[in-house]
């Protein structure tokens, strides 16, 4: 489903010029579950962000499908991401001024759904995430573990092929963030792609594959299953 | 997704109360002064836009070209009646000569009533009623005003006049001489007018009133009341009825009259609006009014863009999680502009409330009845819509297009900087011309009040205080000699004179002059007065050369002033002393004294060539010096002695003060507009200001914090505030000044005699902004300097 090959991303200040990805090539399959891990500073975030499309590589090829999105417009982008990409970050990075419903009803607005399957759609997701209940609150009134499913459904509600994940469970308890790990793995085997960053091995247990990486390289593959 | 953009778009309002409070109030203050300053310009823009054929109406209208060109509205009474008989170009042609604060009197039942009414009568030609549309309501179209003796009346009046009882018929007795039957009665006149005249007699009357303008041979003078109008054939040219207007002066005037007297059509649409032709509303101070609704909505929406880039940052979130769901720049860029469009909406709500208020205080200045009905007026809806397009986009562009750029990696991680909303500078620009263009209006006001304290404090070259001006109906010497003597003898009178006018006075007589034995006519006129010998001790005029007026009957001798002297090229006034005199071609008197120059019209005017000669039969007014002190009983004893002279007319009376104030009305409305608005002006800015010091505030915290820490003292962190926004308002001075300068010359060369523009006003206007700054930002800046350090440094 995605391959990079030589991808490379430098960060230029006036004076000084850091290698965030310094020619990092792997691949991963439709239907795997990948840790990426290092410490920070490491490019794991550079990578996500490319992988999400948020951000451009300033060399290297990187194919999604089968096709090369490295030098995508933001159209083309933004139109790719819409209907394949999912995300879930550590601080939710939910919209405070819309209500649960809302917030998870959004990418389906951005992918022109009518207003009926919209519906349709957010309260089948809630309904799976068990927060239906909370459809009418707003993100300041839930829990962090309630915010993060409801990040999730926000990342699903669109049934995309590949969720990214950044340290979904930083911010959470042990417990809510075990929760969350099920939901992953729940939708994994639901046959969804998910690249996930994490610091905790914990989580990292949860995946198929994990990736090492350090100073903007892919150092050890470790693979779980 | 318009639904979503709404919906986040109020809660964020709902959410930020205080800043959409301020941008809520400063867009409406802005928004409400334009729809006032709409309603007033389309009021003025719609006059006597309402006559069907008003494209083809036209006034005749009279030029003098003699030394420079010299204007009126007025003709010669001949006139109207030459061009209609003489050319071929008029469907239809009208004269109408009116005579303004007549005394009506009506038999109701009977009881006798009595009512002045301020705009007089008019005698007319059945014509008027052709070209222009004032629809009869009751009465024969086709023989109306056609019999001698008859009149027609507005609705309005004859509801005053005679109740419910049918009008038809009835008789008002005009100026206590002449009774008039009422034969038909008009729909009342519309407010957006300047044909004004609610009671029309017939024209062949008019021999009664004035037999010499009456006559066919009156071409040598020109009354105010007399115009002439004519509706042009369709398809006729009037350039080409111009270019056959001086065959008039040809066939009617001789000699050099011939050239100084010309003949012009003024079209209709331009009666309201030009100034050389008496026009009320000069369109240069519409034009100024436009642009002052322009500066205010300006200012309105720089509040807006710098409050919304500042505060964009706080946004930076959302924009970046709607990116990565799939938002285009676009999309954001339009969700902020149905955000500023939920503001922009609340702002027009409210500004249509604060116009509804404001309203009453406009008609009350202009005397007019404007109003507003937002619903049946298509204009000024189309005009709120078109308001509200935009300043939504005037104010919501800007910023849209801030927060549509933001990186989504950098807004998520919360990574943008001042440099990524336009920087500070871009505010900086923003606050500097918000504060040039209340400066502006600041130094433009005190220029305007400046000038007319001037034009009311200054020594005019006669005493315009504690006058009174009691006039004088009929010209029964009898009745004139025992009022004089019954008023000369109260306690509290100082001194009275018979006269036509005051000194200075809005109604003046100007005629042709010829000096000694020269044998024609000086290329200059005289300003006529006619006083007895108690003129120049009344009025405190002072005599530079002969003597005063002996008394006198008739015009035996005169006084001139010092500008006479001047313009018949002589050095001294004594020179003058003892020569012959001619005016108007009938009065020849020898000329015993000169007075000091005195001004004898508005500052808009050169002081003119002025000459006094007594003359019981033009005696107007009663000018009584009094004691103010003993105001309050001589009054009171005035309109008695005055009641009991003149049993069937009604009393009033003028301050010769307040009626010269009144040359400077339009000056005084608009100085209180521009204060209203250079106040409002002052209001959005500081309220923007406020916005921006909040915003710095909060932003500074931890660097406040630090600076604490590190020992900066309480003066020193408020100047941190101090030091910007110093800056921003000597920079904006510095525009603000020399283009106010500019403009206020520009005013001021309207004047003959005006004020200096000093550095004062410029040091009052920087002082006063830097006053309404310092308090403005204040309360903030302390509030901030103040802060405990520990927890300013915790809540970053």
């Known amino acids: ?225 | 997704m318009l639904i979503n953009y709404i919906k986040i778009g109020w809660r964020n309002f709902t959410r930020h109360r205080s800043f959409a409070a301020i941008n809520v109030v400063g867009l409406a203050s802005g928004i409400a002064c334009c729809i006032l300053i709409f309603t007033l310009i389309s009021f003025h823009l719609s006059f006597d836009t309402f006559h069907t054929r008003k494209d083809r109406i036209y006034r005749l209208v009279t030029q003098w070209h003699d030394d420079g060109i010299g204007y009126s509205p007025a003709v010669p009474q001949p006139l109207g009646k030459a061009f209609r008989e003489d050319f071929d170009f008029a469907e239809k042609t009208a004269r109408i000569v009116d005579y303004q604060n007549i005394l009506i009197s009506v038999k109701n039942g009977g009881e006798l009533k009595k009512f002045s009414e301020r705009w007089g009568i008019a005698y007319t030609e059945p014509a008027y009623f052709d070209i222009f549309d004032f629809p009869l309501l009751k009465g024969d179209r086709a023989t109306m005003l056609k019999e001698p003796g008859t009149a027609l009346v507005t609705e309005k009046l004859a509801k005053k006049y005679f109740g419910d009882k049918n009008p038809m018929n009835q008789v008002i007795r005009v100026d206590n001489r002449f009774d008039y039957k009422i034969t038909g009665v008009l729909r009342d006149i519309p407010e957006n007018t300047d044909l004004r005249q609610e009671i029309y007699l017939s024209y062949i009357n008019l021999k009664d009133w004035n037999p010499w303008i009456a006559g066919n041979d009156s071409w040598g003078g020109v009354y105010s009341g007399c115009k002439a109008y004519a509706l042009l054939k369709p398809n006729v040219n009037s350039k080409k009825v111009a270019a056959a207007m001086p065959l008039i002066s040809k066939k009617y005037f001789k000699g050099r009259d011939q050239k100084i007297w010309r003949f012009a059509l003024q079209p209709v649409a331009d009666m309201h609006f030009n100034p050389d032709y008496d026009g009320y509303a000069d369109t240069k101070y519409l034009w100024a009014l436009f642009f002052i609704g322009v500066f205010l909505i300006v200012t309105a929406s720089v509040n807006f863009i710098n409050l919304a880039t500042a505060q964009a940052l706080n946004r930076s979130r959302e924009v970046g999680i709607r990116k990565v769901l799939g938002s285009l720049q676009s999309q954001v860029f339009w969700q902020f502009i149905a955000e500023t469009a939920i503001i922009t909406a609340s702002a027009i709500v409210l500004a249509v409330a604060i116009s509804a208020v404001g309203l009453p205080w406009l008609n009350n200045l202009f005397e007019s009845e404007m109003s507003l009905h937002l619903f049946s007026n298509g204009p000024l809806l189309a005009f709120l819509v078109l308001l509200g397009v935009v300043v939504t986009f005037l104010s919501g562009s800007y910023p849209g297009l801030v927060l549509a750029r933001f990186q989504p990696v950098l807004a998520l991680k919360s990574k943008l900087s001042q440099r990524h909303i336009g920087g500070f500078s871009l505010r900086r620009i923003l606050v500097v011309a918000q504060f040039s263009i209340s400066q502006m209006m600041i130094i433009g006001t005190l220029v305007i009040a400046g000038q007319i304290r001037y034009s009311r404090t200054s020594d005019l070259g006669f005493n315009k205080d504690a006058v009174v001006m009691l006039p004088l109906p009929d010209n029964d010497k009898v009745k004139m000699t025992a009022l004089r003597s019954r008023l000369q003898e109260l306690p509290g009178v100082q001194n009275l004179s018979l006269c036509w006018q005051a000194p200075a006075a809005s109604s003046n007589n100007t005629t042709g002059l010829i000096y000694e034995n020269r044998a024609e006519e000086e290329h200059w006129s005289v300003n006529t007065k006619n006083a007895d010998d108690q003129y120049l001790k009344t009025f405190g005029l002072t005599l530079v050369a002969g003597r005063n007026l002996y008394p006198a009957d008739t015009a035996r001798e005169f006084l001139v002033n010092e500008t006479f002297v001047k313009k018949l090229g002589l050095k001294s006034p004594k020179e003058v002393i003892g020569k012959l005199l001619t005016v108007n071609r009938t009065v020849k008197a020898p000329i015993v004294g000169v007075v000091k120059d005195f001004y004898n019209y508005s500052f808009r005017s050169e002081i003119s060539a002025v000459c006094i000669s007594s003359d019981w039969g033009n005696y107007g007014n009663c000018a009584v010096k009094i004691d103010m002190r003993s105001a309050k009983t001589t009054l009171p004893a005035f309109q008695k002695i005055w009641n009991e002279t003149y049993p069937d007319y009604l009393y009033e009376y003028q301050f010769l003060d307040d009626s010269i104030a009144g040359f400077y009305r339009m000056d005084n409305i608009m100085l209180k507009l521009t204060q209203a608005f250079a106040g409002i002006a002052v209001l959005i800015g500081s309220l923007g200001l406020y916005g921006l010091i909040s915003f710095m505030a909060v932003r500074k915290t931890k660097e406040i914090g630090l600076r604490k820490v590190l020992g900066a003292t309480i003066p020193g962190i408020l100047w941190i505030f101090g030091k910007e926004f110093s800056r921003l308002l000597v920079i904006a001075f510095l525009i603000a000044a020399p283009l106010a300068w500019w403009a206020m010359r520009k005013y001021l060369e309207e004047f003959q005699y005006k004020m200096g523009i000093g550095p004062g006003i410029f040091l009052l206007a920087i002082g006063g902004t830097f006053a309404i700054a310092a308090v403005t930002i204040g309360y903030r800046s302390i509030k901030a300097a103040l802060a405990n350090p520990v927890k300013s440094l915790r809540t970053e």
């Open chain 1, 1 to 225: 489903m995605i391959n990079i090959t030589n991808l490379q991303k430098f960060y230029r200040t006036e004076e000084v010029e850091t290698i965030a990805l310094n020619n990092l090539s792997f691949g991963i399959k439709e239907g795997e579950f990948v840790a990426i891990m290092g410490p920070s500073g490491c490019g794991k975030s550079t990578l996500l962000n490319i992988l999400g499309l948020l951000d451009d590589p300033d060399d290297g090829s990187y194919l999604f499908n089968g096709i090369e999105v490295a030098k995508f417009n933001e159209r083309k982008r933004s139109d790719l991401r819409k209907h394949n990409i999912g995300f879930v970050f550590q601080s939710f990075n939910l919209i405070d001024e819309l209500t649960v419903f809302e917030n998870v009803e959004l990418p389906l607005i951005y992918t022109k759904v009518g207003a009926a399957e919209r519906k349709r759609r957010v309260e089948e997701v809630l309904d799976k995430m068990q927060i239906m209940h909370r459809r009418n609150h707003f993100p300041q009134q839930l829990s962090g573990g309630q915010q993060q499913r409801v990040a999730v459904a926000r990342a699903v509600v669109n049934n995309p092929k590949l969720i990214l994940a950044d340290e979904p469970t930083g911010n959470l308890d042990s417990s809510n963030g075990n929760d969350v790990m099920q939901l992953l793995t729940d939708l994994n085997e639901q046959g969804t792609t998910i690249i996930m960053v994490t610091h905790s091995e914990h989580d990292a247990r949860y995946t198929h594959r994990i990736i090492r990486m350090l100073d903007g390289q892919a150092v050890t593959e470790n693979i779980l299953v």
